[in-house]
């Protein structure tokens, strides 16, 4: 895997990246600040890459060489070690599943068909992350998957939560999904990595709006007043530094998955993911987040000669390392093992949305490179 870094405002910056990436890529995905003219970019970036299928989303903070801010970052799969091949989803609010599962059914054999040489495969995933149907979304795709391992992230728009944008195919989308297959030559490893440790403080939903992932109340009281109290907190000290710092997880199927506080709007809370009624939340306790990290990516650096990494990584986690004043040594983690990637209102999992966490696949060289 190529990659590459600008600065968003660089006056060539998409030639830039055709420079460094080369011409000879399979795919071209890019990760763009929400403070640059992601049309124009992406346009841009059509043209150059001629022959290339070019993807791009906006973001929450890229990465590359550690967190970086107001970047592009470009990502190229050379075609002597990658295929790929695109599923758009438009219109989130109105999926037909049948057709989806159909279409994902086809294009994934098709493309075994067309690279029979190249045996390991996976998906990746990119969303609009204001749309609120991340989780709709994904109970669709897990019925289609089939073995393939999927990764993948909420595109976002800085810390202002209003509007996140994806390109495919020479148009921007909005309330839409880009679902890639790959198949690579490479052998590959999806992952997702949290730091998080359930403790004993539970509570439990009870008034939503679900549809706009609003929580209304918890334990029967205003959900927003509950939760500061709960914490030794004033209401008024809720911000997104205190999400990432007192996360909330729930248990399905015997393990722990966190549903992400977004803001607070009144007495509300609005969430990052999906949240019912009834629902029990507990509080987690998250470890040194630099040094739980590198840890994983021990791991994972057993697999194989490990090339890079392609990551999607919470805005969450970000928040909390600059809180913390461990942004840098995070940094160090993350170049140290070559991982780049984007920031995210959401990281997708197999058949899960989730927050919290990294998600990525990590690329490993061939035993003949």
Known sequence: ???????????????????????????AILFVSPR?????????ANLLFAGTQVLGCTTAGEIAGGYVEDGIVGIGLPR???????????????????????HM????????KDSTDFENEFAFLLVDGTSLREDALMNVLARGLGPVPLFGGSA??????RQSLLYCDGKVQKNAALL??????????????NHLDPADQRMVVTRTNAAARRVQEINAAPAAREYARILGKDQTQLDPFTFAAHPLVVRIGGRYHVRSIQRVDGDDLIFFSAIDEGVVLTLAEPRE????????????????RLDSILACDCILRRIEAHQKQRSLAV????RRNRVVGFSTYGEQFGAMHVNLTMTGVAIYAPEDD
């Open 1 to 27: 895997m190529r990659s590459a870094h600008v600065a968003s405002d660089a006056p060539d910056a998409v030639a830039q990246l055709l420079r460094d990436l080369g011409d000879d890529l399979a795919l």
């Open 36 to 44: 640059a003219d992601f049309s124009a970019v992406m346009d841009e």
């Open 80 to 102: 002597s070690h990658f295929e790929a091949s695109v599923v758009t989803i438009e219109n989130l609010d109105e999926i037909a599943p049948t057709a989806l599962i159909e």
């Open 105 to 112: 059914i086809r294009t994934r054999r098709d493309l075994e």
């Open 156 to 161: 976002g728009d800085g810390t202002r939560f």
């Open 180 to 193: 890639t297959f790959l198949r690579t030559r490479c052998p590959i490893k999806v992952f997702s990595f």
């Open 289 to 304: 987040i630099a040094q739980t990290l590198a840890e994983d990516f021990e791991t994972l650096n057993h697999g194989g």
């Open 331 to 334: 940094s160090k983690v993350l």
